[in-house]
C-alpha cells in the first residue's frame, strides 16, 4: 500500500483480509446410515467419529454401501456374535475400509429361503409295482458291469 501512496491502511480492508477460525464440525454421525454403523458396533451416537473414519466412511457410500447393504451385514453380524467361535470386525474403520469383504460374506452366508427349498424334480414316477423296481434295477447293475468290462477292471 506504501507504494501506491497510502501512507496508512483503511479498515475496510483489514475487515476483509481477518479470517474468521471455522469452527471444528463436531465429528457426530448425523446421516441414518453413520448412525445405523456406530449402533451395530455398539457406538454411543454422542461419540464422535475421527476423521479418518469419515473420510473411509465418505469413501464406502462411494464405493456402494447403503442401507439395504448395511442391514444385510448387521443381520449376519447378529448371526455371527451368537457363535463362540466368530470373527466380525470390531473397528469401525477396518469395517469401512473391508466393507465390500464384509458384504460378500454376508450374501454367502444367508440362510436359504423361498422356492430353492421346496423345488421337487417334475417328471418324478412313484414306483408302485415292486417287478418293475426290480427290472429297473437289474438292468442298471448290468450295464454297470458292462461299463466296468469295458475298461478293463
Known sequence: M???GFDGV????????????KPK???LPT???AKAIATLF??????????IEIVAFRAATRGGMDEGA??????FYERERKKPDHYCRTSILTFLRHFGGEL???????PKVGKALEWTPANVVPMTDPAEAERI??????AAREFREGKGR
Open 2 to 4: 506504501k507504494l501506491m
Open 10 to 21: 483503511r479498515i475496510d480492508e483489514t475487515e476483509v483480509n481477518a479470517t474468521v477460525a
Open 25 to 27: 464440525p463436531d465429528n
Open 31 to 33: 446421516s441414518a446410515l
Open 42 to 51: 455398539h457406538r454411543d451416537l454422542g461419540k464422535p467419529w475421527s476423521d
Open 70 to 75: 448395511v442391514a444385510e451385514v448387521a443381520g
Open 104 to 110: 460378500d460374506k454376508a450374501r454367502a452366508d444367508k
Open 137 to 142: 434295477a437289474s438292468a442298471a447293475r448290468q
